[in-house]
Nanobody, 122 residues
Framework: QVQLQESGPGLVKPSQTLSLTCTVS??????????WSWIRQPPGKGLEWIGD???????YLMPSLKSRTSISRDTSKNQFTLQLSSVTPEDTAVYYC??????????????WGQGIQVTVSS
């Protein structure tokens, strides 16, 4: 059973960098075919994909956030990390990490962390 757990600060000041870590257990982040994703849900809105880091370490980022986003990994700790710079109150959301894989027809997110509330406020 794969488990994911987000960690990081729940409150970030505007213009600072949000940094979250996802710790994975029950499966390796270097296993072929899987992508490791960051997804967020702002209050009252739907889920928004932020980006992935693939099993080979390649990253794929949402174009509208790409200039502010970095996703990296520590394979020795089986963790991957999101950094989002220059945050504004619009970045307030519940942030999730997830495991994903591609089929011939769709991208499937099969395991999720419980989510972490991040509020951007002074």
């Amino acid at each position: 059973q794969v488990q994911l757990q987000e960690s990081g600060p729940g409150l970030v000041k505007p213009s600072q960098t949000l940094s979250l870590t996802c710790t994975v257990s029950g499966g390796s982040i270097t296993t072929n075919y899987y992508h490791w994703s960051w997804i967020r849900q702002p209050p009252g809105k739907g889920l928004e994909w932020i980006g992935d880091i693939g099993y080979s370490g390649n990253t794929y980022l949402m174009p509208s956030l790409k200039s502010r986003t970095s996703i990296s990994r520590d394979t020795s700790k089986n963790q991957f990390t999101l950094q989002l710079s220059s945050v504004t109150p619009e970045d307030t959301a519940v942030y999730y990490c997830s495991r994903a894989y591609n089929t011939d027809w769709e991208k499937v997110y099969d395991y999720w962390g419980q989510g972490i509330q991040v509020t951007v406020s002074s």
